[in-house]
């Protein structure tokens, strides 16, 4: 991108239909200049971010001690009790899958002895009359 | 692309940017300013407004692009403020009263009135003026950059210059006539 020049676009006039408020309000609306070390401030900003940019990312998590020893066995403590609720509810869904299997079986067999039932009684009826 | 190139690339880029800053700071200090009347706050929403310009340059496509994209930033910014800090000042426009007897038509005092008004305003009617006047946008411009109607923008614009012109036409027309430019 090259740099971005002043364009005719840039518009800070303030249109005035000549009506007093219309006047006022454009002189109390024009722009103003922020303070002096505005751009030195963002452009600190700006350089902050670049540091972060520059930082591989394991550094990036605000300075965490990765490689500490120190940290190692809450490390594994952690794993291991995420480990853990993970696989509980994994257990705890797998379940719940075999359960609704065995709802829809059941009421699969219901149907088809109900059906049966239902033509054995139609039999029963037609064989009487 | 080799270590030097990249930085040197990077240092172009840093200098069209910083660049853009100095020649756009005004504009984006200043929705802040007249819209929060809070000089650090203003202050902090420009920056803030400039920092995301820098994460988003690679997609900046040209002068009007990043105008248009300041401007709209700035707006958004500067209302998602006030809603969450609750920056609109205490007193309401329809409850201010006109000025006394005592505060003379001085020019300086009736433009510190006027600021106050505007300032006063509902979020949307503000931004409207500021853009409108600050900005010198058209309503077609500024429903684009508050993404609304053109009609809606213009009715913004109509109950905000409604309820300004009932609190200061006293002022104006009394500044009128002690300047000698007769009636209004």
């Known amino acids: 991108m090259n740099g971005f020049e002043e364009q005719g676009s840039d518009r800070r006039t303030g249109e005035s239909t000549g009506e007093p408020l219309d006047e006022q309000l454009a002189s109390v609306l024009a722009r103003r200049e922020p303070p002096a070390d505005f751009t030195r401030n963002v ?51 797998v379940e719940g899958l075999r359960a609704k299997q065995q709802l829809l079986e059941a009421l699969r067999i219901t149907n088809a002895t109900l059906r049966e039932t239902g033509a054995r009684v139609a039999q029963v009826e037609i064989s009487k009359e | 692309m080799a270590v030097g190139q990249m930085a040197a690339a990077r240092e172009a880029t840093l200098a069209t940017f910083a660049d853009a800053v100095e020649r756009h700071k005004s ?53 998602d403020l006030v809603r969450k800090r609750k920056a609109r000042p205490e007193f309401s426009l329809e409850s201010a009263t006109e ?9 300086t005092m009736l433009k510190s ?8 305003l509902p979020e949307k009617q503000r931004i409207a003026i ?29 109950r905000a210059l409604d309820l300004l012109r009932a609190k200061t036409s006293g002022k104006l027309q009394r500044q009128r006539s002690s300047t000698g430019e007769g009636e209004i």
């Open chain 1, 43 to 93: 452009l600190a900003r700006v350089a902050e971010i670049e540091v972060q940019r520059a930082r591989p990312w394991w550094k990036r998590l605000g300075g965490f001690p990765v490689l500490s020893l120190r940290w190692v066995p809450a490390l594994a403590a952690i794993a291991l009790i995420a480990g853990g609720v993970v696989y509980q509810e994994h257990e705890r869904t």
């Open chain 2, 130 to 158: 500021v853009l409108r006047y600050q900005e010198g946008l058209e309503p077609e411009e500024i429903s684009k950059l508050l993404n609304t109607n053109v009609s809606t923008v213009k009715t913004h614009l109509a």
């Open chain 2, 113 to 120: 009135y006027l600021e106050r008004m505007v300032a006063t």
């Open chain 2, 99 to 107: 000025p006394t007897t005592l505060e003379k038509m001085h020019d």
């Open chain 2, 27 to 79: 504009m984006v200090f200043s929705i802040g300013w007249h819209f929060l009347r809070d000089r650090g706050l203003a202050e902090e929403l420009a920056q803030d407004v400039f920092v995301e310009l820098y994460r988003n340059w690679a997609g900046i496509r040209s002068a009007d692009h990043l105008l248009f994209w300041l401007r709209k930033v700035s707006s958004h910014r500067a209302i």
